[in-house]
T-cell receptor
Framework: DVKVTQSSRYLVKRTGEKVFLECVQD?????MFWYRQDPGLGLRLIYF???????EKGDIPEGYSVSREKKERFSLILESASTNQTSMYLC????????????FGQGTRLTVV | GENVEQHPSTLSVQEGDSAVIKCTYS??????FPWYKQELGKGPQLIID?????GEKKDQRIAVTLNKTAKHFSLHITETQPEDSAVYFCAGPRESSASKIIFGSGTRLSIRP
């Protein structure tokens, strides 16, 4: 059974903290994504990686960075967490073909207080 | 801006009735049109997809139809059941990138008993 695993289901962090969200996939996929999900706004793309050490900004990259040192792992970093980053974060992976299924992790609900 | 628009944002139907959700897209080169279902507390999961060489695809109670001329595709759920209650997303590739996947804003479907 294919899997995308996010390291935490729930996180509570303080304003100003540096936060790491980790995602691991076991499908040898080239593409990995970080999305943010907020009510009424759907899934918004934060960052995208198409290969190790390669990344592209999505629609809302401000306040975030990413790291992809190994093919299976894609990390989202909140450099200095703020309350407006309280949200559900979803990681996904897919094969490089544009016509292909994306596989999602279970999500991390982050609360910044 | 967004390349995939989804309607309606919420939909409530009587159990046993049909539900239809529609997405429009702008990338005329798109050839893959998936639908994802997100149940409470889980990440989205692919439920059905269609490629541009066919106009309709069915899988038991769900079907997807594609109108390439009008650039829209729709999800049809017949004989709705309580377990169909979820958020549904359509998806498509971003015009500017071959591998980025962007999602519609989502439809929250509620099935009334």
């Amino acid at each position: 059974d294919v899997k995308v695993t996010q390291s935490s289901r729930y996180l509570v962090k303080r304003t100003g903290e540096k936060v790491f969200l980790e995602c691991v996939q076991d499908m040898d996929h080239e593409n990995m994504f970080w999305y943010r999900q907020d009510p009424g706004l759907g899934l918004r793309l934060i960052y995208f990686s198409y290969d190790v050490k390669m990344k592209e900004k999505g629609d809302i990259p401000e306040g975030y960075s990413v790291s992809r040192e190994k093919k299976e792992r894609f990390s989202l970093i909140l450099e200095s967490a703020s309350t407006n980053q309280t949200s559900m974060y979803l990681c996904a992976s897919s094969a490089p073909d544009r016509s292909t299924e994306a596989f999602f992790g279970q999500g991390t609900r982050l609360t910044v207080v | 801006g967004e390349n995939v628009e989804q309607h309606p944002s919420t939909l409530s139907v009587q159990e046993g009735d049909s539900a239809v959700i529609k997405c429009t897209y702008s990338d005329s080169a798109s050839n893959y049109f998936p639908w994802y279902k997100q149940e409470l507390g889980k990440g989205p999961q692919l439920i059905i997809d269609i490629r541009s060489n066919v106009g309709e695809k069915k899988d038991q109670r769900i079907a997807v139809t594609l109108n390439k001329t009008a650039k829209h595709f729709s999800l049809h759920i017949t004989e709705t059941q309580p377990e169909d209650s979820a958020v549904y997303f359509c998806a498509g590739p971003r015009e500017s990138s071959a591998s980025k996947i962007i999602f519609g804003s989502g439809t929250r479907l509620s099935i009334r008993p």
